[in-house]
T-cell receptor, first 110, second 121 residues
Framework: QKEVEQNSGPLSVPEGAIASLNCTYS??????FFWYRQYSGKSPELIMS????GDKEDGRFTAQLNKASQYVSLLIRDSQPSDSATYLC??????????FGAGTRLFVKA | GAVVSQHPSRVICKSGTSVKIECRSLDFQATTMFWYRQFPKQSLMLMATSNEGSKATYEQGVEKDKFLINHASLTLSTLTVTSAHPEDSSFYICSARDGGLAGGPSTDTQYFGPGTRLTVL
């Protein structure tokens, strides 16, 4: 059973639009989540972490966590072509291994 | 903060040789490091979990005698690909968990190194 489920995409949005990336999870014990961005040919980089229900904003990025519905999302406002990448959602496993899914490929059209 | 380095970033070797890849956490201590492999256009594949001072835990299907992992200190883990063959050519990425050992709070965040691209001829 996968820890998280994401739409693999590609999700295509025009430049300047809001990109919405969603992730659902099955383990109700998951308390916090991380969002990573991976450019083609590069390793993942951490862009957001969220530890409690609600929204967390950081610049153009907003992470949302809804534990009752078991989903976590990432909104990217004013999307730029440089945001084109694969976005990975991962639960905080407390130091135990994390099995990453394929993530969602985002393509921002100029 | 929270920087993880990998060395080398790129290596080309002949079939049958061994290659060692180093993964270092530069500004935090990591009791746990992870090694991943990624083929083009595929997902990250976890190879093993490396705990400081103990033997690594390998994922099913990963040969422990071929992929030797050593985690001798809180800031360094190494992966040695022994007797490399062309099918071992891949992008190897390590990550380190910030467990808050240096007096700070533990976030259990995984920080990734920049990766090592291995090409076996």
């Amino acid at each position: 059973q996968k820890e998280v489920e994401q739409n693999s995409g590609p999700l295509s949005v025009p430049e300047g639009a809001i990109a919405s990336l969603n992730c659902t999870y099955s383990d109700r014990g998951s308390q916090s989540f991380f969002w990573y961005r991976q450019y083609s040919g590069k390793s993942p980089e951490l862009i957001m972490s969220i530890y409690s229900n609600g929204d967390k904003e950081d610049g153009r990025f907003t992470a949302q966590l809804n534990k009752a519905s078991q989903y976590v999302s990432l909104l990217i406002r004013d999307s730029q072509p440089s945001d084109s990448a694969t976005y990975l959602c991962a639960p905080n496993t407390g130091g135990f291994k994390t099995i990453f899914g394929a993530g969602t490929r985002l393509f921002v059209k100029a | 903060g929270a920087v993880v380095s990998q060395h080398p970033s790129r290596v080309i070797c002949k079939s049958g040789t061994s290659v060692k890849i180093e993964c270092r956490s530069l500004d935090f201590q990591a009791t746990t490091m992870f090694w991943y492999r990624q083929f083009p256009k595929q997902s990250l594949m976890l190879m093993a979990t490396s705990n400081e001072g103990s033997k690594a835990t390998y994922e099913q299907g990963v040969e422990k005698d071929k992929f030797l992992i050593n985690h001798a200190s809180l800031t360094l883990s190494t992966l040695t690909v022994t007797s490399a063959h062309p099918e071992d050519s891949s992008f190897y990425i390590c990550s380190a968990r910030d467990g808050g050992l240096a007096g700070g709070p533990s976030t259990d965040t995984q920080y990734f190194g920049p990766g090592t691209r291995l090409t076996v001829l």
